[in-house]
Every structure is written in structure tokens, then in C-alpha cells.
């Protein structure tokens, strides 16, 4: 088995993680402890890596960081949101202070773009972040091209790295995108650096990033560092059910920015479980684990349980067709995003200030 | 013919270099033009790539730059004098802007000496390099890991780079000399980057170092830039004559900072061309061309032709006995040091000023 973090396959079976990478299960009683969170509660975030040892951590009053990152090559789409709903998460609940990187570096080792066509995405993005709820008293959020220390680790990450390794864990890939990597882990374990002075940290993240995660644990023990920890997502599909949500293809996912219009045109035509004719719909009940819409409600756009259940029950029985069901859906995340917009609009200056004092940790200027 | 230019062997012909590598001959013209300069005077600088444009560029009045640096693993020795009077030079000649890249990330890359250990010694570097008699007004000096336009450079260079290149320039290295040579060629064209805008740039360096000069000549050209000029010097043997000198045997060296009982210590034990006997010496004479003591005054310590050709004279014709005229080197050196250091010992505020102000281009901090 292989995963590619620059890839869109789709996982369809997770259980060969656990046991070919040692990734470890949510545990229940995890579950329970965080079930206030729409991810651990309902096992999106479904493994991690150590995170029972950051608990631990954190429960014992030790200085703790998050850390993700975005790769500013598109606007937030709902895996970003994902990712940064658990920063926001880790923040409230254990007071962790958030490292967010910019990854500009990284988009264009990946996409060739370079940082004026980067910068106003970068802007955007961290508006996003702000709206869905980051605390930006206890945030550092930097662009990776902006940042010593994380450019400097990658010269020592380097002295520790073979190419064996890399090719290892990421395949034959170009120079660049190992540079990116080398990058990336400094991003990882900054929070770590003794001028930071943090004691651990967790990194929320897609489960398709765990080589990032690997590659930066195995640094982390070479360097006499604890082994930074990460919480995983599951990825979900593209609209059309067909690959993992990506940005490369914009029609294939729902972006934070996207219109009322675009939000009807894509997720009208989203892969549903609906049967081939109405008589038989009413007869069987649609598919729901096939449909793709609600999918949407169940990671993002519907927090209540009881809602969500509704909306199954009423498609497995065979009450609501596809049809009618996508006009409730599409009006729920259109409410949805035009708040999020409204309350972005207002946070976009903060995004630039933030961006703008190169905050990536104590030794930043 | 393999160049390393982290190895210490020693050029033993250099004519090979002119075919394979397609290094340019010094010319007459050159020579004569720049006869006040003792490098060109005597043909150790010898060899160059596209220095001709670069003193067509600069007599056409256009902004020029000369740049080097130096790895801050030990204290100032000959090769780097000779790469300093070289940038000095250019300074005085062409109005060229100098930079000079203390490069600590290479220290890290190849030496394994981290940020602490090579401060102090950067700014011993830069102490030397005004000593010579650099411009601070002309120049930026900088540390590579304070330096975000380098920094970020290598991750540009590397989308244009492939792994076959850089085995093919430099054997199989480990990553992270890899790394360097990417953050070298940032280091090597930042002069023409557009927020700096000069035109043209030329690089004085030891011809080990060539293909760092290949490497980024085809850069320049992948990127629209025009391509760095060199100037190339003959590196100069080890004490005993075997190697080149190197910093990785402090013994076979001279350094800046080394004190007259080190001088005489040092040179009392260096190659000379004596032969077995008195007798045979008197009769016929000693062999100056084997002679490392006479390769210290062509190179370094004796600036007057008609001095230099008194002591060749001299020794060939048996007038003087290798101990004696050690003796009379000796102590010309050590005079050389004794002004070196008092000259030095005052410019090291002004050292670290510069190294602090990280003023590595327009972009700096």
C-alpha cells in the first residue's frame, strides 16, 4: 500500500494503515472525552500518532503547540477546513498555541507558483482560518518563505536525511518536492526548537500527509526532540465520488469562497445513492453511504446528530428523493457560507497584519 | 578529470581544465590591463569564464557586482586572502558592489558546526576581509542563514534541477551538500535578482570551485539572467607540498591570524627545493620551482617584482641557503601578520555591525 500526499487517490479501506504504518485507532474513550467535536465524535478524525501521549502532556499543565499548514495554492477548500477546525479545537481545548504555515515554499516546488501569485491566496486563506475560529493571541501564522528558522532546519534536516529514505517513503520525486519535505518538517517540529520552547506538539492533518508525519518523527528522535504527534482525517471524496477532494480539479470539491451559484451548480450534480427510478427509490430507500451529498452534512454542514440522522432515515425509507433532498442541502451550506464570507470580509486586514509580521516563532523579527 | 571542490587534492596540470571544462585563458590584454593587480600580474589568476563581457559590461558603465564568500569553519587563511584581494580589486576597479556570503549553512552542510560555533568566527572572517581593505560602503556582507531571498532561492533552483545534473557536477554527495549547492547558487546570482538589479556579476573564486560557476551559469541561463562571470585563481599547495592547503589540516596552512611563533613554526618545517648537500646546493643552486616558501612570497608576501626575482636569482645561483633565507621569509611574514592583526583588531565592531545588520540585498531586513 502506498500514499502519496501529492496525490488524489482515494483510500477505500483504512484498516492496512494501521497495520502496515502503525498508525494508532481513536480509541472510544478518546471519543468520548472530545465528543463535544464534530470530528473525533463522529471518528472522522479516526487515528493518530501519539496524540494519547500528548493528552498526557497537556493534562500534566506541560506547554503545548498545533501545528498545520495550508499550501496557498487555491482558496480554503473543506479539507482545509477540516484541518483547521481541529487547530482551532486543540487551541480551546488545551490552550495550545497554533503554529500555521504558509506553505509558499511548498506551492512552488508543487505548482510552479511563484509568490505574487501566492501572497493574496495566503491572505485569503488565513481570513478563513480567522472565521472559522482561530485565536489569533495565541497563533503564530507565517509563510515558510518568510521564515528562518523552518528555511535553516531544512539544511540540518538534510545532514540527517539519506535519499534512500526519501525515496522510501515518497517515491522517485523531484528535488524540489524533497526540498519541500525537508522544509515541511521543520514546520513540524518548530514548536519544538528550544527558543520556542514548547514541550509537544500535534499536527492535524488528512491521513494522506502521514509521511510528513513519519519523516518528521523519525527526525524528531535523531535530534533528541519529543516526537511531535498527529491527529488523522479521514479524506473525503470528490463530488463526483470518484477520487479524494482535491484542489486541482475546482469542480471537483467546495471551496470556502465559492458563491451561492456555484455551490447549486456543483452540488447538483454530486454523486448521490439514488436508485435508477423513483418507484424503486420509494420502494428501497436511496444508498446513503453511496452519496456524496451526504457526505457534506455529515464532516461539515450538519453539527446536529439527531438532524443527521433524520436526513438518513429519511433516505434509506424511502421518504425524500434526491432531488428534493440536494435543495435542502445546497440552501444549508449556502447559509453557511454566506455567513462564513460576511464574517471573513471583516478579518481579511487582521490576515494581512498577521501575514505581514512574520510571526514564526520567538526568534522571528 | 574530476574537480571536487570540497576535496584537497592538487591540480598537478592545469591545461586539462581548459579543453574539458571549457575554461577561458587569462589573456595578454587582461594581464597588461590589469598589471597593477598582482593576481593578474603574475597568472595566478589564470583562467576565467566570461570575464570579458563582465569588463565590457562594467566599462559600458553598467551596475556591476562581485561577489564570494567564505565558510566560516576556521579563521581566515591564504586561499581566502587571495579570494578577498580579488573582491577588493574588483571594488576599486569596476565600482563593482560586493557581496559576501559568510556561508554557515555550508559549515553546517559540510563541517557539521552549528550556528554557535561558526559566529565567532564569521565575524573574525569579516574582520579580515575589511583588514584587506573592503568597502563596507559598497558591500553587503551577510550570514546564508540570515538571508531569506538565498534561502528561498534553493527552492527555486531546485524545480530546475535534477539529480543527474548534480551527480554529474559533483559525484554522489550526501543531501545536504546537495542542499548547499542549490543555496550556493542563490548566494552566487542574488546580485542579479530584480529587487538588486545589477547587471552583471562576477565571481572570483579558487578553481576547485568551478563547478559551483557551471552549476550556476546554467541557471542563470534556465532563469533569463545574464551569466555570472569567474575569475579564476590556482589554489596554492599544502606547507609540505603535497596537497592543496586546506583548513582541514591547520598545520599545512597559514592563517591570518596566526601568531609569529605559529609562522615560524609552520614555515620552518615547509617544503623548500633545497638539494642533499651543501656542496651540491652552492654548486648548483636550489630548485625554486619545488619550493613552497617562494610559492608564499609570489602569491602573498612579496608585492615587488624585482624583490621576488632577487630571491629567485638568488637560490638558483647557490647565494643563499634555504635555512637562511627561511629565516629572511620568516620574518616578512610575521610583519605582514603583526599590521594584519593590529588593522584587524580594530575593524571587528565594525564586523559584527555588519554581520548584524543581516544586509544581504534590497530585500534584507
Not at 488528512?206 to 491527529?231: E, T
Request: glycine share 6%; hydrophobic share 40%; with cysteine.
Amino acid at each position: 500500500m502506498k500514499i502519496n500526499p501529492w496525490g488524489s487517490e482515494l483510500i477505500k479501506d483504512y484498516e492496512p494503515l494501521f497495520n502496515e504504518f502503525g498508525l494508532q485507532h481513536v480509541t472510544d474513550e478518546m471519543r468520548e472525552r472530545f465528543e463535544k467535536n464534530r470530528e473525533f465524535r463522529r471518528g472522522i478524525v479516526f487515528a493518530h500518532r501519539g496524540f494519547d501521549d500528548y493528552v498526557k502532556a497537556a493534562d500534566e499543565g506541560k506547554r503545548v503547540a498545533v501545528m498545520s499548514g495550508i499550501k496557498p495554492s487555491s482558496e480554503f477548500h473543506l479539507g482545509s477546513k477540516l484541518t483547521a477546525e481541529e487547530i482551532i479545537f486543540m487551541q480551546k481545548e488545551f490552550g495550545a498555541t497554533a503554529f500555521y504555515a504558509v506553505a509558499d515554499n511548498e506551492a512552488l516546488a508543487d505548482n510552479g507558483m511563484g509568490y505574487e501569485e501566492t501572497a493574496p491566496l495566503a491572505v485569503s486563506n488565513v481570513a478563513d482560518l480567522l472565521a472559522l475560529g482561530l485565536d489569533p493571541d495565541n497563533a503564530f501564522v507565517y509563510k515558510q518563505s518568510t521564515c528562518l528558522p523552518v528555511l535553516n532546519f531544512a539544511q540540518l534536516a538534510a545532514r540527517r536525511t539519506t535519499m534512500a529514505t526519501l525515496e522510501a517513503l515518497y517515491g522517485h520525486q523531484n528535488l524540489s518536492l524533497y526540498l519541500a519535505v525537508l522544509t515541511q518538517a521543520g514546520d513540524i517540529l518548530q514548536p519544538l526548537f528550544k527558543e520556542n520552547g514548547f514541550e509537544r506538539v500535534v499536527v492535524p492533518v488528512g491521513v494522506d500527509q502521514d509521511p510528513h508525519i513519519r519523516f518528521s518523527r523519525d527526525l524528531a528522535a535523531k535530534l533528541g526532540y519529543p516526537l511531535p504527534a498527529a491527529a488523522f482525517h479521514r479524506f473525503f471524496r470528490a463530488l463526483n465520488g470518484e477520487t479524494k477532494m482535491s484542489k486541482r480539479d475546482p469542480d471537483s470539491m467546495l471551496s470556502l469562497s465559492d458563491s451561492a451559484d456555484d455551490v447549486k451548480r456543483k452540488v447538483s450534480k454530486a454523486l448521490t445513492g439514488g436508485r435508477s427510478t423513483v418507484e424503486e427509490q420509494k420502494k428501497l430507500g436511496a444508498e446513503w453511504r453511496k452519496c456524496v451529498v451526504y457526505e457534506l452534512m455529515f464532516y461539515h454542514f450538519e453539527d446536529d446528530d439527531k438532524e443527521l440522522e433524520k436526513i438518513r432515515t429519511q433516505c434509506e425509507t424511502g421518504k425524500i428523493m434526491c432531488g428534493e433532498c440536494k435543495l435542502k442541502r445546497i440552501k444549508k451550506i449556502q447559509d453557511y457560507l454566506k455567513k462564513h464570507q460576511e464574517k471573513k470580509k471583516k478579518l481579511m486586514p487582521k490576515a494581512e497584519e498577521l501575514l505581514e509580521e512574520r510571526a514564526c516563532g520567538m526568534e522571528a523579527d
